[in-house]
């Protein structure tokens, strides 16, 4: 026990040292251009931020044009960020592009697309594509893949650990060895399938980490072709000529340790190419690494007890009853204890995975989760018939064994489906992945599984998106979907946009309706044919920046007014036009003041004339000012704003080169 203790100890160590962190699947953070940019001078290159890294062997970044003619040199490359990739732009006209990007995950291969557009000079921005910003189903031989590894690996470890802590003395080598093969061809094959299903693309990382599971599925098979000690006898000289019988524990025992350190290090690879090591959670990454071996002791343990010891031994007589009820004893209640570790690391992992407990049954993660349940507690049920029904009979020395054989067929079986139900589960995304978005809710409101995604946290323009699905299908074809916000912390009226269907249940519109920092009530409204409107409330927080950006929203004193200010765009250039656009307020009553005169005048790098703010409530909003800033020159800015003769306050801009 000391020898396997120290084993799990320095594969949990392994983990903790060689966990990377990432996303469960390469997300876009941010681009230059950024989206919806507006450029004054063409970019010679296009670089993208992922969550997480890139490979950019299995990537591609696309710029067209309107037409649809790609102006990029297809040279996609690390960016030099450890998250980032480049591609380079022939010289390009004035005009809106669209860059549609593809990227795999350097953790695990997995593979996400999406886009964003920008314009040179003052055209308008181009429609976005209609390129799913998701990853796709997975492959058949991706499937198969991970079912025939996760076979291996449970098959391997948990043979070799019954043999090696749990088994009878004296069980017949060759039935040990023929498991231990079957799971090292199992191991490899699926490592190469996987190998295969990825291609070209293959990221060095999740290659390596095959290779090293192959490698284990080949250490297997060469424990299980090891000259088969037990038969050889064999045995030591002592004094006066005889001689003394070693024992099969001592001779097996090195062959089986052998065995059982594959076994963990393919267990290993599985963690580090799997969900939990992508999240980039410690706790999430033991939670998994406990996972893996659990149902591998539990499951491969079934198989080996049935084929080494249950269709060997017999029962006919009292005292083998009673041997063989021992057995079952042991095993019984490690199953127990690798059950508890199992439903344990499961829960703890579920409550991380999923938003609704309708994920359960309206996604596909969900789907693939809710068959591993319900089959664990099939098993389960199974193992606690064995455990207080034939076991106790065995070991008061009456015949059970076949009743043992036939409900130790049924786990295996079961065990089967499992395994291929988690190929299924490790292959999806969860449904509570972070997504690029910087809001993303979703609920369930009568039938429909309604996700909102916001592009950012900021006041002023923003792309608003609400994926309607009934169960796993897209809903199509709405006849309307709106969306109206009303501000929780004043009376700032209603305004509505009404979204376009863009693609299978994906509904989109661009606008500015939230226009100040606070917190906003959006109502989603969903109007199908033939049935009430389904209706919900997301409450949206303005303000916050996302993840790693900087916000250029300002809160200022205008005497009695409370006023912010931000820029479109957030991020402005040198030589471009900026709109700087402010918010007023009235301090007593909250409600926006509209009809006062706004007027700025700046100090910075160089001479700027003065510009009268813009009031138009029809468009921008009530109590919304526009002051259009035909270009700046780089460098560091402040504009004074006054309202009329009453006060003044400062906003401060950087402009970039």
């Known amino acids: 026990m000391r020898r396997i203790t120290v084993a799990l100890l320095c594969a949990f160590a392994g983990i903790a040292l060689a966990g990377g962190v990432a996303d469960a699947h390469a997300n876009y953070v941010r681009s230059n251009p950024a989206s919806d940019a507006r450029l004054v001078k063409a970019p010679t290159e296009v670089r993208i931020e992922f969550s997480e890294q890139p490979d950019p062997k299995g990537s591609e970044i696309q710029v067209l044009d309107t037409a649809g003619k790609r102006h990029d040199k297809g040279d996609v490359a690390l960016s030099g960020d450890p998250n980032g990739l480049r591609v380079s732009l022939e010289p390009i006209a004035e005009g809106g592009y669209t860059v549609a990007w593809t990227a795999t995950s350097a953790v695990d291969g997995h593979t996400t697309k999406g886009s964003f557009a920008f314009v040179v000079g003052n055209g308008p921005l181009p429609a976005i594509k209609d390129v799913p910003d998701a990853a796709p189903p997975p492959s058949p031989l991706e499937v198969a893949?991970?079912?025939l590894s996760y076979a291996g690996i449970a098959l391997g470890l948990g043979t070799a650990f019954f043999v090696l802590f749990l088994a009878p003395p004296g069980i017949d080598p060759r039935r040990e060895s023929l498991l231990l093969g079957i799971a090292g061809i199992l191991v490899v094959a699926g490592s190469l399938a996987l190998v295969v299903d990825q291609g070209g693309k293959l990221p060095p990382r999740l290659g390596a980490m095959l290779a090293t599971r192959a490698l284990a599925g080949l250490v297997l098979?060469?424990?299980?072709?090891?000259?088969?000690?037990?038969?050889m006898r064999?045995?030591?000289?002592?004094?006066?000529?005889?001689?003394?019988?070693?024992?099969?524990?001592?001779?097996?025992r090195p062959r089986r340790m052998v065995a059982l350190a594959a076994g963990i290090s393919a267990a290993l690879t599985a963690t580090l190419v799997s969900h939990a090591t992508a999240i980039g959670s410690l706790k999430d990454i033991v939670l998994d690494f406990a996972h893996v071996l659990s149902v591998s002791v539990w499951s491969g343990g079934v198989v080996a007890l049935l084929w080494c010891v249950l269709l060997v031994d017999r029962d006919e007589r009292a005292n083998d009853a009673r041997a063989l009820g021992a057995t079952v004893l042991r095993f019984s209640l490690t199953a127990l204890v690798a059950i508890a570790i199992l439903i344990t690391a499961g829960t703890l992992q579920a409550f991380d995975r999923l938003v609704l407990v309708e994920d359960l049954y309206e996604t596909p993660y969900g789907i693939a989760l809710a068959v591993k349940i319900v089959l664990v507690a099939v098993a389960l049920v199974i193992g606690a018939f064995n455990l207080f029904r034939w076991g106790p009979r065995l070991r008061a020395g009456l015949r059970a064994r076949t009743a043992l054989v036939r409900?130790?067929?049924?786990?295996?079986?079961?065990?089967?489906?499992?395994?291929?139900?988690?190929?299924?589960?490790?292959?999806?995304?969860?449904p509570a992945q972070l997504s690029a978005a910087a809001f993303d809710q979703t609920q369930h409101v009568s039938g429909l599984r309604l996700e909102m995604l916001i592009a950012t946290g900021q006041p002023g323009r923003n792309r608003f998106v609400l994926r309607v699905h009934q169960g796993l299908a897209p809903v199509t074809g709405a006849e309307k979907v709106a969306f109206r916000f009303t501000m929780v912390e004043h009376d700032m009226g209603e305004q509505e946009l009404v979204a376009a269907e863009r693609a299978p249940g994906e509904y989109v519109a661009d606008g500015s309706p939230a226009s100040m920092f606070g917190t906003w009530r959006l109502q989603a409204i969903v109007r199908i044919a033939g049935r009430e409107d389904v209706s919900t409330i997301f409450p949206f927080p303005v303000g916050a920046a996302a993840a790693g950006t900087g916000s250029n929203s300002q809160v200022l004193t205008l005497g009695t007014c409370p006023a912010i200010g931000f820029t479109d765009p957030a991020t402005p250039q040198a030589g471009a036009p900026v709109n700087l656009f402010v918010v007023l307020i009235d301090g007593r009553t909250g409600n926006p003041v509209t009809g006062k005169s706004l007027h700025a005048t700046f100090s910075g790098p160089a001479q700027q004339a003065p510009i009268d703010g813009k009031e138009d409530p029809t468009t921008l909003g009530p109590g919304r000012y526009e002051f259009a800033i035909a270009a700046l020159d780089a460098g560091k800015w402040q504009i004074t704003i006054a309202v009329g003769n009453e006060a003044q306050g400062t906003y401060s801009l950087d402009v970039s080169r």
């Open 234 to 252: 064999p045995v030591g000289a002592i004094a006066g000529g005889g001689t003394v019988t070693l024992g099969p524990f001592a001779t097996f």
């Open 145 to 147: 893949g991970r079912a």
């Open 221 to 231: 098979a060469a424990a299980a072709s090891m000259p088969w000690l037990a038969l």
């Open 407 to 430: 409900d130790t067929v049924a786990e295996t079986a079961i065990f089967i489906v499992i395994l291929v139900a988690a190929s299924f589960l490790t292959a999806f995304a969860p």
